[in-house]
T-cell receptor, first 113, second 112 residues
Framework: DTEVTQTPKHLVMGMTNKKSLKCEQH?????MYWYKQKAKKPPELMFV???????INESVPSRFSPECPNSSLLNLHLHALQPEDSALYLC????????????FGQGTRLTVV | GQNIDQPTEMTATEGAIVQINCTYQTSGFNGLFWYQQHAGEAPTFLSY????GLEEKGRFSSFLSRSKGYSYLLLKELQMKDSASYLC?????????????FGTGTRLTIIP
């Protein structure tokens, strides 16, 4: 199994809603990442988890709250988002931080209305 | 911080060869990756360079010069399905934290 699985694939939410994005991998990777990608832009790093601990937070607003319940799962909890937060949210994993290939999930296309 | 530059768009002909350049400035350099991304899809790994020189992988090759902060991705025998964005990404570590930062991406269009 060399896949990173993200759910849901598409999500439409209102600005007062609370929702969660989920990411799962069973490759034994110990680093997991959240990226945000706007149309025609490169992915921008949001969070890095290493051995289930948050190691990098790229000054992301608190309305985005990551969680890593175990080594296979990574969640992104969303609350009180703004329309400008609409984007493709990509999860990735790698065997160790940084210097190895990162495997990406297919992403969640989020629309905030 | 990091500064990673790539051309925004390129066009090439089916069957030909194209070279996509990437220049970067960073501290704590660990390695450079190339990813391919089709519209609406996730990035997929193409190649990785940590030492100077050329890495060849089928129709794709990638070159790195650490002293010049320069890399290129070479695509041979171009096919229509190679139309995609190509992302140069630099892995760097600061204060023990390593992260992968993407360049702006090069949108490659293959014409018949």
């Amino acid at each position: 199994d060399t896949e990173v699985t993200q759910t849901p694939k598409h999500l439409v939410m209102g600005m007062t809603n609370k929702k969660s994005l989920k990411c799962e991998q069973h490759m034994g990777h110990r680093a997991m990442y959240w990226y945000k990608q706007k149309a025609k832009k490169p992915p921008e790093l949001m969070f890095v988890y290493s051995y289930e601990k948050l190691s990098i937070n790229e000054s992301v607003p608190s309305r985005f709250s990551p969680e890593c319940p175990n080594s296979s799962l990574l969640n992104l909890h969303l609350h009180a988002l703004q329309p400008e937060d609409s984007a493709l949210y990509l999860c990735a994993s790698s065997p160790i931080r940084g210097v190895t290939e990162a495997f990406f999930g297919q992403g969640t296309r989020l629309t905030v209305v | 911080g990091q500064n990673i530059d790539q051309p925004t768009e390129m066009t090439a002909t089916e069957g030909a060869i194209v070279q996509i350049n990437c220049t970067y400035q960073t501290s704590g350099f660990n390695g450079l990756f190339w990813y391919q991304q089709h519209a609406g899809e996730a990035p997929t790994f193409l190649s990785y360079n940590v030492l100077d020189g050329l890495e060849e992988k089928g129709r794709f090759s990638s070159f790195l010069s650490r002293s010049k902060g320069y890399s290129y991705l070479l695509l041979k025998e171009l096919q229509m399905k190679d139309s995609a964005s190509y992302l140069c990404a630099v892995s760097a570590s600061n204060f023990g934290n390593e992260k992968l930062t993407f360049g702006t991406g090069t949108r490659l269009t293959i014409i018949p």
